[in-house]
């Protein structure tokens, strides 16, 4: 897939917030938008119709909110990439939105130029958080450092070691890749670090991860 003309739907039953995001991404040559929506039923059928690169989609919807609006485009369409923008940036609604599934989760105080970055960036597959909605994230998620590590995340973090993505950790373990993110972002609270390699190192350090 190439980054020119990446084909997005914008997903908001407020008519004049979907409009303005529209209008915003109108200018943006490496854009095309195919759809919009306004509850997540028909979002899911736009999907389905369109096969967009990128669902832009908001939390509170009728019909289908957007945690699973997120769910059921992540589980019926992997290819498109859910990227939540909304108003809501409490912890429990970044929490849930992430577990859905969805690649990034944006505020809508995001200028222009952040959200077109962000699109293209989930269409590639990488993480975008708004720098407010990270700290609370992290916020939520830590641990105090001595807390172990789970079976679970044990068996990530030894995945991760091995050199293998998300996708391919929920291969191995035979678990949903957002919940290998769940995973992740868990097990980085509780060893207080930041990306995997660091997680890695400093579980080997403190006796966590043997390898042989």
Do not use: C, W
Not at 60 to 85: E, F, H, K, N, S
């Amino acid at each position: 897939m190439s980054e020119a003309g990446l084909r997005i739907v914008v997903v908001d039953d407020h008519t004049v917030m979907r409009a303005g995001v529209i209008a915003l991404l109108a200018a943006e040559d490496s854009i095309e938008i195919v759809g919009e929506a306004g509850d997540g039923r028909a979002a899911l059928d736009l999907v389905e119709r369109y096969d967009p690169d990128v669902a832009l989609v908001d939390l509170r919807m009728p019909v289908l909110d957007g945690v699973a609006t997120t769910a059921g485009i992540v589980a019926r369409y992997p290819r498109t990439r859910v990227l939540i923008l909304t108003t809501y940036d409490t912890d429990t609604e970044i929490e849930r939105g992430v577990e859905a599934g969805a690649i990034g989760y944006l505020l809508k105080d995001t200028t222009r130029e952040q959200l077109v970055d962000a699109i293209h960036a989930a269409a590639r597959g990488e993480t975008v958080l708004a720098p407010r909605v990270a700290e609370k994230l992290v916020g939520r998620l830590r641990r105090p450092v001595q807390e172990p590590l789970t079976d679970r995340e044990t068996e990530v973090l030894g995945a991760v070691a091995d050199g293998l993505t998300n996708a391919e950790i929920g291969r191995r373990l035979v678990i949903a890749e957002a919940t290998v993110k769940t995973h992740l972002l868990r097990l980085f609270a509780k060893l207080d670090v930041n990306d995997r390699t660091r997680a890695v190192v400093v579980a080997m350090e403190r006796g966590l991860l043997r390898r042989p």
